[in-house]
Every structure is written in C-alpha cells, then in structure tokens.
C-alpha cells in the first residue's frame, strides 16, 4: 500500500508512505509539493483528519497534485467526516453544510473514500463510493476495557438503530433509551429523559458519534444518576470536547474516544487509535 499522510500525527495505516513537504502561502492558500519516487500506477490512499477547512484544501490540492504526477486511483481514508452534524435544514437561511463537503469530495472523482461511523446515513449516501466503517469494533473494545456488566445507553432517538446494532454485535447487551429536546434556533438543549424506572446501580455507557462541548451527556449524566445507575462511562467515536474535559466534572469515571479528530491527552481519557 502507498500512502499519503497528510497529518503527521495521524498515521492509521501501514505501508509505503510518500514524502511530501507542505506550506500555506501569506494569502491562505494550502500548498504542497510531493516527492516523486513512487511507481504512479499503482493506488495511493490518502489520510487525512479534516478538522479544519484548510485540511479539506490541503486534500483537494494534494489530490490534484498526485494526479498531475500520473496516478489513476486514489483511495481516501478520512475518518471524521465534517458537517455531518447538520445533514438537515432546521430553520430558513441555513445550508445543507454535509451536501457542500460532500459535493467538494466527490469532485475529486476518488477511487473510494471511507469513513467511521458517521453521524447518520446522509453522508454516505451523498458521498460517492463510500465505504463506512462501524463503531462495533470500538466499542467492543470498551466494554472490554471497562470489564463486568455493563448497561449501552442510547443518548436520542437519534441513535436508536446505531446503538441496537452495537448490542447486537455484543450478543444482546441491554440498552436503555433517552431522549432529549433541543430549541432549532437557539441550539439549548432541556427535558432529558430516561426510559428506565431504576437502573439498581448498573454501570452505564453512553454511546455516541460526537462530542462537541459535551452538554449532552452531561445532561444525561444527571438524568441517569436520578434513576440510581452506578458508575458512568462515555463513548464517542469523535472527540472534538470543544469546552474542554473539566465541563465534564466528576460525572465519568473514563471517557473514551478515538483518534479520528484530533489527539487527546487527559487522564480521564482513553484514546483508541483507528484503522482500517
């Protein structure tokens, strides 16, 4: 495999990897030059984490670059996907943010482009020749951290059919819903509700695909701690944690993560590194 790794701390795969030095000019134009020495007829993937709207022009004139040199195929490895959270028009004068990155990918013309467990099935339906990697792997290996029983907590509706999914794949782990509401202008979110008379103590994990600033599972933190759960865990296969780890207080005793977005270090944190 041939790669081109366009975060040095992000590097999921194994391989040949390709050198390449890049810059982004006064005016703010990402640039690269990649170092020729590689046989062109064969694929290249490309990894990146576009957390940044200059990752996503730095992916666009790289890949235009490694076509201009002659290569045919290039794979995509970009595990978070951005603007996946709004795949919806929620009031007037609001874009459709996940169509407009995915319109910008697939006019690369890509062999292929994979990505983890995106927020809903919008982006890979708007993505062409999307491969989707799930979270079962990664929670699996959760559980497996956390060790004994342990009760999956869907945070939203909108995570029911991931989350029955996951329990499937752990041989019937029990889940127990909630649900939340959110103000579409404002974005403040009330009314969190779990589905559970009395939890007994049971250590709990929240499961979800992103952590902004986190008020949504702090919300449930305390929703669940009135419905008498034990310990609580939370899992989120991309950790932005905008607001930082202390908005969490001492609700957690681990949060998990992955390293599809950024690096992490906290000693409340666990990273688990993705790959293909």
């Known amino acids: 495999m041939i790669l081109l790794n366009l975060d040095p ?13 890049s810059m982004v000019f006064y005016g703010g134009e990402p640039h690269i030059k990649i170092e020729p020495g590689f046989d062109v007829r064969q694929t290249v993937t490309i ?20 076509k201009r040199m002659g290569v045919k195929t290039i794979d995509l ?14 009031v007037p004068g609001e874009p459709l943010t996940v169509k407009v990155y995915a319109d910008i990918i697939n006019a690369l013309h890509l062999n292929k482009v994979t990505v983890f467990d995106p927020h809903s099935e919008v982006t890979p339906a708007l993505l062409i020749n999307c491969e989707v990697i799930s979270n079962h792997n990664f929670i699996a290996e959760v559980v497996s951290r956390i060790g004994g029983d342990v009760m999956l907590i869907s945070p939203d509706g909108g995570a029911l059919k991931k989350i029955y999914k996951v329990s499937e794949f752990l041989n019937g782990m029990p889940v127990t819903e909630c649900s939340k509401s959110r103000d579409v202008k404002t974005g403040r979110l009330s009314g969190f509700k779990v589905y559970a008379d009395d939890l007994e103590g049971m250590s709990c994990l929240i499961v979800d ?27 989120v296969s991309h950790g932005i944690f905008s607001k930082g780890f202390d908005v969490f ?8 993560t992955t390293n599809s977005f950024s690096n992490v270090s906290h000693k409340n944190v666990q990273q688990i590194a993705i790959a293909l």
């Not at 701390?9 to 050198?19: E, K, S």
């Not at 952590?211 to 865990?233: H, Q, V, W």
């Not at 207080?249 to 998990?256: A, K, L, Q």
């Open 9 to 21: 701390q992000f590097t999921p795969l194994q391989g040949t990897v390709i050198t390449y030095k």
């Open 47 to 66: 990894t990146c984490r576009l957390n940044s709207f200059n990752s996503l022009g730095l992916l666009c004139v790289a890949t235009d670059a490694l």
């Open 77 to 90: 490895f970009i595990p978070y996907f951005p603007g996946a959270r709004q795949d919806r028009v929620m």
């Open 209 to 235: 695909d992103i952590c902004d600033g986190g008020g949504t599972f702090i919300g449930l933190a305390e929703a669940l701690k009135a419905k008498n759960a034990g310990s609580l865990y939370l899992a």
């Open 249 to 256: 207080g001492d609700y957690f005793t681990t949060i998990f």
